[in-house]
């Protein structure tokens, strides 16, 4: 027999109280002051909603801090948190700790994971939750995992005749080996870009960083040093010129009904939406709402919808597709399993035009986590369990 969770414990209401929520934010990543504003403002959503709602603040170092109960961010930058002794925060918890913690509390919370990037959106931090057998807003570890690995993600989604860019594999062992080689291979690759143009991106981070656009064959070397200092496999992709940058939310459990929204759009400020322009000026136009026409519009949420559900993500994503201005076809890039979530952010926005607002929307991610968990019961083996 397989030892279910007894019922209750995976953060359902009872007797009609609303479920109590633990908030994590912040996290050893380059998201690290962004998802602190994701965090907060998801708390203070969900307290104002009449929830229990413990906060916790990963540390940069990956320490799990308890914020002192009740507690409300008084300050408006992330800076606030620095110190989150300082703020009479309980900790530096590990993770497995704080997991086992959060686990032991009556009413159990459903965890709302407000983590941005590596140790956050990956996977990682999602097993950690998972062995403690909680409810967790959002992806699970292989979708998580999947969304945040590139290559990976692409191979899935080509694999499902999704349209995304060609791209090139190169490893730091290849590079360390055969560098000239590996610039042959990619001159070749570029043969078939615009104006010969190629992105080179590590394989597993976010945020831009590392990323850089390889003008001309002379940058190719630099491009591929430069990712190679943030990870050991990266990728390179045709750079298209100027692309609209259209962008879908999703909300859901497949194979439950999904809530489709968008797209919006970016517009950077510079070259590409590099990190400066996502985080360090503030230059960049995004709208809730693309001004595309409706065939376009149906398509980037066809996209969406498919690869959300194809790679099994759950609870919600932001999908990001690339429209080329110069034959028109839409690119899926990439997935983000836990998409900027500060009321300002484009997720949020694209929700509220369709009609669900900031709090109203926590909840519904909060209430399809626990759904998520009482539909895959943990499960711990014993010898018992196996056919003899
Ligand atoms: N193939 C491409 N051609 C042109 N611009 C690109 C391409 N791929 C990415 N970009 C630009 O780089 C930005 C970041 O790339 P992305 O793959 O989304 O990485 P991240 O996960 O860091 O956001 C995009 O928002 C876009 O501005
Ligand atoms: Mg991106």
């Known amino acids: 027999m397989n030892g279910g969770e007894p019922a209750g414990l995976a953060g359902e209401p009872r007797n009609g109280t609303p479920r109590a929520v633990a908030v994590v934010f912040g996290g050893p ?33 990956g320490g799990w801090w308890l914020l002192p109960a009740g507690h409300r961010r008084e ?19 590990g993770a497995g700790e704080a997991a086992a913690g959060i686990a032991g509390a009556r009413p159990r919370p459903v965890v709302f994971v407000a983590l941005h990037g590596p140790f956050g959106e990956d996977g990682t931090v999602q097993a950690i939750l ?18 945040m690995d590139k290559p990976l993600f692409k191979r899935f989604a080509r694999g499902a005749g999704l349209p995304v860019l060609p791209w090139l594999d190169v490893t730091a062992g290849q590079w360390a080996a055969d560098r000239s080689g590996t610039l042959a291979a990619m001159d070749a690759f570029a043969a078939d870009a615009p104006g010969r143009r190629v992105i080179v991106k590590p394989a597993c981070l976010g ?9 001309s064959p002379a940058d190719r070397e630099p491009a591929m040093e430069l990712a190679l200092r943030y990870d050991a496999r990266v990728l390179v992709e045709p750079c298209l010129p100027t692309p609209r940058e259209l962008e879908v939310a999703v909300l859901g459990n497949p194979p439950g009904e999904l809530l489709v929204g968008g797209p919006g759009e970016v517009i950077p400020s510079r070259d590409f939406y590099d990190y400066i322009d996502k985080y360090v000026v503030d230059d960049a136009r995004v709208l809730s709402r693309a001004e595309v026409d ?16 194809l790679i099994g993500a759950q609870g919600f994503a932001r999908v990001d597709l690339l429209l080329d201005r110069g034959s028109g076809r839409v690119y899926l890039n990439e997935i983000n399993t836990i998409p ?11 929700m509220a035009e369709g009609g669900l607002d900031f709090a109203d929307l926590c909840a519904r991610i909060v209430d399809l986590g626990a759904a998520a968990r009482a539909a895959r019961p943990v499960r ?3 010898p018992d369990d196996l056919p003899r």
């Open 29 to 61: 990543s380059a998201e690290h002051d962004v998802s602190i504003v994701s965090g907060t403002a998801v708390a203070e959503a969900l307290a104002g909603g009449g929830r229990p709602v413990s906060q916790f603040c990963i540390d940069l170092a």
């Open 75 to 93: 300050g408006r930058r992330p800076a606030d948190y620095d110190d989150p002794g300082a703020l009479g925060a309980a900790g530096p918890f």
């Open 130 to 147: 998972e062995e403690a057998g909680l409810a967790y807003t959002g992806s699970g570890v292989a979708a998580s995992a999947i969304g």
């Open 207 to 215: 945020s831009s960083v590392g990323m850089s656009i390889a003008w």
């Open 294 to 309: 409706e065939a376009t519009a149906a398509r980037c949420q066809s996209i969406a919808g498919a690869v959300y559900a």
């Open 340 to 350: 900027g979530f500060t009321p300002i952010s484009l997720f949020p926005r694209i």
């Open 380 to 382: 711990r083996l014993t």
